[in-house]
T-cell receptor, first 108, second 114 residues
Framework: GIQVEQSPPDLILQEGANSTLRCNFS?????LQWFHQNPWGQLINLFY???GTKQNGRLSATTVATERYSLLYISSSQTTDSGVYFC??????????FGKGITLSVRP | DAGVTQSPTHLIKTRGQHVTLRCSPI?????VSWYQQVLGQGPQFIFQ?????ERGRGNFPDRFSARQFPNYSSELNVNALLLGDSALYLC????WGSGSGELFFGEGSRLTVL
């Protein structure tokens, strides 16, 4: 099956800093999603981005499908950005394969 | 519009018991998938159903089963519970059963097995 690697595993930022989270995947994909998991466990959809670039406020994402990676950019980070960020991909079926997640801590 | 709803939100069972978890997809969505997330890990795929038919099964034992009803809601059943079944169980819905298309997750059912 498809392998997903996320880096770095942990990230500590000062409030107001920018960051880049990376997701590498091992095969071509039909679906790539970025999620933020809140402290209660819910997965919040950030981007559905199998290819191209999207922006939503302080967040943006880019997927280069031919090179099998995606990047999530967080600008002017806030303490509320803290949590675990997951990248998940699927191939021909709808089975999402998740990476191990990136734990982000934003300090005031 | 309501998102994906799951019940119960929390439950405690003892080893050997049986549990049923329920999920209602977003209105108009025909596909439901189940995922298990143990502490410190990413979610792992258990099942996918589309139009009441099983479309995919992950690497889980036969103690795990699921079904989808005519109204597209779904149940996940786990028999003979083990301590290792303690986890957050997440349900996701999507419009279609194919690989493309965005998945939306519910808040999860947190199962503790004692």
């Amino acid at each position: 099956g498809i392998q997903v690697e996320q880096s770095p595993p942990d990230l500590i930022l000062q409030e107001g800093a920018n960051s880049t989270l990376r997701c590498n995947f091992s095969d071509s994909v039909n679906n790539l999603q970025w999620f933020h998991q809140n402290p209660w466990g819910q997965l919040i959809n950030l981007f559905y981005i199998p290819s191209g670039t999207k922006q939503n406020g302080r967040l943006s994402a880019t997927t280069v499908a031919t090179e099998r990676y995606s990047l999530l950019y967080i600008s002017s980070s806030q303490t509320t950005d803290s949590g675990v960020y997951f990248c998940a991909v699927s191939g021909a079926n709808s089975k999402l394969t998740f990476g191990k997640g990136i734990t982000l801590s934003v300090r005031p | 519009d309501a998102g994906v709803t799951q019940s119960p939100t929390h439950l405690i069972k003892t080893r050997g018991q049986h549990v049923t978890l329920r999920c209602s997809p977003i209105s108009g969505h025909k596909s439901v998938s189940w995922y298990q997330q143990v502490l410190g890990q990413g979610p792992q795929f258990i099942f996918q159903y589309y139009e009441k038919e099983e479309r995919g099964r992950g690497n889980f034992p036969d103690r795990f089963s699921a079904r989808q009803f005519p109204n597209y809601s779904s149940e996940l059943n786990v028999n003979a519970l083990l301590l290792g079944d303690s986890a957050l169980y997440l349900c996701a819905s999507s419009l279609w059963g194919s690989g493309s298309g965005e998945l939306f997750f519910g808040e999860g059912s947190r199962l503790t097995v004692l």
